[in-house]
């Protein structure tokens, strides 16, 4: 078996730059965990560059000619293909409660997902790196007042350092996408348990940005909030003027409020 063939309904898109999957490999700090799981390894650009590192590599791929091929060409990696998807596979059959990274070049059509489990797996995951579609990247990145500033941002600011790498051309993949790529890393806040409800934070982010462009007054109405509470001057902006560190200070206050 000598290549795979990429395929449109996963969104695959092999990168066939060696030195930009050396970048992305080399965009780990290797610090606080001794476990890595690769998510969506195809041929295994990046994957050799992480096998030359100091920590166990796992990789996680649900196409099945893609595992053929990596059992096929790494046998470094026999025990450690998990042949499952990433959004509903539990973590713990593998890895057990151990820390591990996130490294992937990611599907674009799921990535966001990808994060979003992350954060949900935040407790486990201290480093996150990979290539994303470049607005995607951009977007979880940016600051408050951006135009793409949004949920994502915030949620992943929130317990995440974020950091822009660098940016990816199209004529490096095969095939090639129809838009630039870019390289983002996370690394977790020391202090990553919030001093508010984080659950109750996921739902203030989410709602307030469903309808960005009203004032938080209007965005937030369904959640019944005191007319005492709605004074606050926060309550005349709009989600996209608000930082991480007030959102986390509004969800304490709404907690307050007795929602």
């Known amino acids: 078996m000598d290549k795979v063939k990429a395929k449109k309904h996963l969104g695959q898109h092999f990168l066939t730059d060696e030195s930009i999957a050396k970048n992305i490999a080399d ?44 059992n ?55 480093e996150f790196s990979g290539m994303f579609q470049k607005e995607v990247a951009e977007r979880i990145c940016s600051k408050k007042g951006s135009k793409v500033y949004g949920i994502l941002s915030v949620l992943a600011q929130a317990f995440y350092h974020v950091e822009y790498l660098f940016t990816v051309d199209e004529h490096v993949f095969n095939p090639p996408p129809k838009v630039k790529s870019g390289v983002m890393r996370m690394i977790r806040k020391e202090n990553y348990h919030l001093p508010c409800d984080e659950k109750l934070l996921f739902t203030v982010v989410k709602t307030s940005f469903n309808q960005r462009r009203k004032t938080m007054r209007n965005s ?27 959102f986390i200070e509004l969800t304490q206050k709404i907690s307050a409020d007795g929602v």
Not at 33 to 56: C, H, Q, S, W
């Open 72 to 126: 096929a060409h790494y046998p470094k990696l026999h025990g450690k293909i998990i042949s499952k998807d990433f959004l509903k596979y539990n973590i713990k059959e593998d890895l057990g409660e151990e820390p591990f990274a996130i490294i992937g070049n990611f599907p674009y059509n799921i990535s966001t997902q990808i994060v979003f489990r992350t954060l949900e797996l935040r407790n486990q995951i201290p």
């Open 220 to 246: 937030l109405k369904s959640l019944n909030l005191s007319d005492n509470l709605r004074e606050d001057s926060i309550f005349d902006l709009r989600p996209e003027q608000i930082s991480v560190e007030q």
């Open 27 to 70: 965009s780990l700090t290797l610090e606080g965990y001794k476990n890595v799981l690769e998510i969506g390894p195809g041929m295994g650009v990046l994957t050799k560059y992480l096998l030359e590192k100091p920590i166990d590599t796992y990789v996680i791929e649900i196409d099945t000619e893609s595992v053929e091929y990596l």
